[in-house]
């Protein structure tokens, strides 16, 4: 099993991160993805969330929002919100924790970003455990 | 023939503004280093997304109910021009060559008897462009006090063009800013975003089938605004190094022609200053001779 296929993850700024992988999961918009290689063409957006890179070892990053395209074999992770789990400050987690929750106790919040909150606050929940 | 104090003065008058845009050229190459470092790290998000628009456009289904920004509300009556220039000066032909280029397109959409409408950044281009142009205007930003422009500024900016977009205020974008191709060459620009127009070099032969998730429709709403400021944000990376590359090379050329500058007169000034020495020797020997 050392199938793998090109990762990159581009923010605005620079370029974050671009590696083999053997397999990614990503947060996408309706539920978390796993991607191998050969993997049908895909476009998608991602929620809040991890995105796992699985390389021999194992990588986190978290994401707020992204775009996601995978091609022959090239997985394009568009995102201008992405941290490196290992490299995030404990202080950084709570303050987001504290904002997103008041932010979901006001009421003029739609569906769709009542529930980016909701994903935001358990991913950044399961994060501080 | 000026005098020799005259001329001293000038000498010293020269080589202190050496001494300035020397100076310049030093800090234009050291921000140059960098703000080309980010235009070329900026360069793979905006033709990844570009990509990615141009693929998804390609499996709608039904252009006829396609997101407005993508294919445009099928007039062109009014143009917006977005320009996009320096908030400072001593930069070469910078400003002027997008002032230009900007021009010609402002003539060529009035004489086509359609309607213009101009958002200017940066306070350079709109001293350039208020005299002829001034009463088309409808907006101007300046980020002058900011040091380094982030993605936050290009999203303000991305934010009004739709807000325009969206109450019908326009037809057609065109954002206008320097290409940075290298420090000495930066190529002026045109850039139409909406619609998206579809550069055919980047067109790939094989079309490949996508699956979407959510459908096409949905990830293009929300990908096409994010889309505006990424592409403003790339113009925006694309003029900072250009700005910078030229104002190198301009400050150059002037650190260089006042040293020339400099010799001249100080030829001048020693040519002056024998003739005057020959001239007070004869005046002392002819006035000996004449005892």
Known sequence: MSEKFQLEIISPDRSILKTDASEVVIPSYEGEMGILKDHTPLITFLRPGLIKVKNGTESKYFVEEGTVEFAKNNLIILTSTVKELSKIEKGFIEGQINEAEKKIKSNELTDKEKYLLSYKLNSLKAINQ | MPSLDDLKKRIKSVKSTQKITKAMKMVAAAKLRKAQENAEKGRPFSQKMQNIILNLTKSISDPANAPKLLVGNGKDKVYLCVILTADRGLCGGFNSN????????????????????????????????????????????????????????????????????????????????????????????????????????????????????PDEDEILEDLL?????????????????????????????????????????TINYNRSRQASITKELIEIISGAESL
């Open chain 2, 225 to 265: 605004p994010k889309n505006i400021s990424t592409q403003v944000f790339k113009a925006f990376l694309e003029n900072a190094a250009s700005e910078q590359g030229s104002r190198m090379t301009a400050m150059d050329n002037a650190t260089r022609n006042a040293g020339d500058l400099v010799d001249k007169l």
């Open chain 2, 98 to 213: 997008i002032c230009k280029l900007a021009k010609v397109n402002f003539k060529k959409i009035i004489n086509e008897g359609k309607n213009l409408k101009i958002i200017t950044v940066g306070s350079k281009g709109l001293d350039q462009i208020k005299r002829e142009y001034g009463k088309y205007i409808v907006k101007k930003f300046s980020f002058k006090d900011k040091k380094i422009i982030s993605f936050n500024e290009a999203e303000i900016i991305g934010r009004e063009i739709i807000s325009l977009f969206n109450q019908n205020e326009f037809d057609k974008c065109i954002l206008f800013f320097n290409n940075f191709k290298n420090v000495i060459t930066q190529i002026p620009q045109a850039q139409q975003i909406i619609p998206v127009e579809s550069q055919s070099s980047e067109i790939k032969d094989e079309t490949l089938t996508y699956e979407f998730e």
